[in-house]
Antibody, heavy 120, light 108 residues
Framework: EVLLVESGGGLVQPGRSLRLSCAAS????????MHWVRQAPGKGLEWVSG????????DYADSVKGRFTISRDNAKNSLYLQMNSLRAEDKALYYC?????????????WGQGTLVTVSS | EIVMTQSPATLSVSPGERATLSCRAS??????LAWYQQKPGQAPRLLIY???TRATGIPARFSGSGSGTEFTLTISSLQSEDFAVYYC??????????FGGGTKVEIK
């Protein structure tokens, strides 16, 4: 069974940092790309960042470029999102998403999400 | 960047009726389109990929069609558990993976 378990969310002040983690199990982690997708309260899905199987291809939404950094540790079956200079508009539920492909594709599995709240 | 536009924003349907949801891409995505269902308090669930292939365990009442820029998700006979928000997503051009704004299917 594929499991994606996010952690690291919480309440943080504007301008501060937070690091999200996603622990993956039930599949060969280093065969697949992984992405972060977020959902602001009452809003739709927004792609945040993605990383290919070998970290050779990485990209970010314009809204987070220069502030967020995605990474993965294939030895630990883990995905990360370092979020710096957080803003109020970054408040959202952040989902870890497994993609059916080494770089891109459809999301075949989602975690349950970790909530990030940015407020003073 | 490819923009995905879903219509209508809200669809009111009676149980047992057919629901037809639309998704339009600002440029061709070939058949590289997926549909997801999201219920309140839950993560999205994959329904369709490749524009028309049902994911594992998805009932046959869900069907997808289209290619290029115009896509449709059809729910042939709505069940109570189908009332949810539905999103389309293109994966033809990455980055980014772009989602539509969603269609809420509500009980009429």
């Amino acid at each position: 069974e594929v499991l994606l378990v996010e952690s690291g969310g919480g309440l943080v002040q504007p301008g501060r940092s937070l690091r999200l983690s996603c622990a993956a199990s039930g599949f060969t982690f280093d065969d697949y790309a992984m992405h972060w997708v977020r959902q602001a309260p009452g809003k739709g899905l927004e792609w945040v960042s993605g990383i290919s199987w070998n970290s050779g291809s990485i990209d970010y939404a314009d809204s987070v470029k220069g502030r967020f950094t995605i990474s993965r540790d294939n030895a630990k079956n883990s995905l990360y999102l370092q979020m710096n200079s957080l803003r109020a508009e970054d408040k959202a539920l952040y989902y870890c998403a497994k993609v059916h492909g080494a770089v891109s594709g459809w999301v075949d599995y989602w975690g349950q999400g970790t909530l990030v709240t940015v407020s003073s | 960047e490819i923009v995905m536009t879903q219509s209508p924003a809200t669809l009111s349907v009676s149980p047992g009726e057919r629901a037809t949801l639309s998704c339009r891409a600002s440029q061709s995505v070939n058949s590289n389109l997926a549909w997801y269902q999201q219920k309140p308090g839950q993560a999205p669930r994959l329904l369709i990929y490749g524009a028309s292939t049902r994911a594992t365990g998805i009932p046959a009442r869900f069907s997808g069609s289209g290619s290029g820029t115009e896509f449709t998700l059809t729910i042939s006979s709505l069940q109570s558990e189908d009332f949810a928000v539905y999103y389309c997503q293109q994966y033809n051009n990455w980055p980014p993976l772009t989602f539509g704004g969603g269609t809420k299917v509500e009980i009429k």
